[in-house]
Nanobody, 125 residues
Framework: QVQLVESGGGLVQAGGSLRLSCAAS????????MGWFRQVPGKAREFVAA????????LHAGSVKGRFTVSRDNSKNTVYLQMSSLKPEDTAVYYC??????????????????WGQGTQVTVSS
C-alpha cells in the first residue's frame, strides 16, 4: 500500500503561481513514476505531468508545457508541481498518483496504482 497526500492548492489570480506537493508513504520502494492529473466536474481526469523516479525524466501535457514543471525529491518521497502563469482554465482538483510498474505511457490514468485525495486549485480572472 502507498499513501499519497497532496498539499499546496488554493485560490490565486490569473498570472500567479502555486506549488503543489505530494508526499508518498508506505511501500514506496517500488516506485517507477509519479504523475499529476487534474479534473473538473463532469469531465474526465486529465494528464498534467509525470516524472520517472529513477532518472528524473519528465513529461508534460501540451496545455501546461512551459508553465508547469514537475520535479521530485527522492529522499523525501515527494513530487512537486510548480505552476506559473496560471490561467482560469487551470482551475481543477489536482491529483497525484504513483506507478509501481514500468510503462511507456505515464499519461494514462490506468498506468497508476495509487492516488491522492486531491487538492483544489482555483484561478480567478
Amino acid at each position: 500500500q502507498v499513501q499519497l497526500v497532496e498539499s499546496g492548492g488554493g485560490l490565486v489570480q490569473a498570472g500567479g503561481s502555486l506549488r503543489l506537493s505530494c508526499a508518498a508513504s508506505g511501500r514506496t520502494s517500488g516506485t517507477y513514476a509519479m504523475g499529476w492529473f487534474r479534473q473538473v466536474p463532469g469531465k474526465a481526469r486529465e494528464f498534467v505531468a509525470a516524472i520517472s523516479w529513477s532518472d528524473g525524466s519528465t513529461l508534460h501535457a501540451g496545455s501546461v508545457k512551459g508553465r508547469f514543471t514537475v520535479s521530485r525529491d527522492n529522499s523525501k518521497n515527494t513530487v512537486y508541481l510548480q505552476m506559473s502563469s496560471l490561467k482560469p482554465e487551470d482551475t481543477a482538483v489536482y491529483y497525484c498518483a504513483v506507478s509501481l510498474f514500468y510503462s511507456s505511457d505515464y499519461s494514462r490514468t490506468t498506468n497508476y496504482n495509487y492516488w491522492g485525495q486531491g487538492t483544489q486549485v482555483t484561478v480567478s480572472s
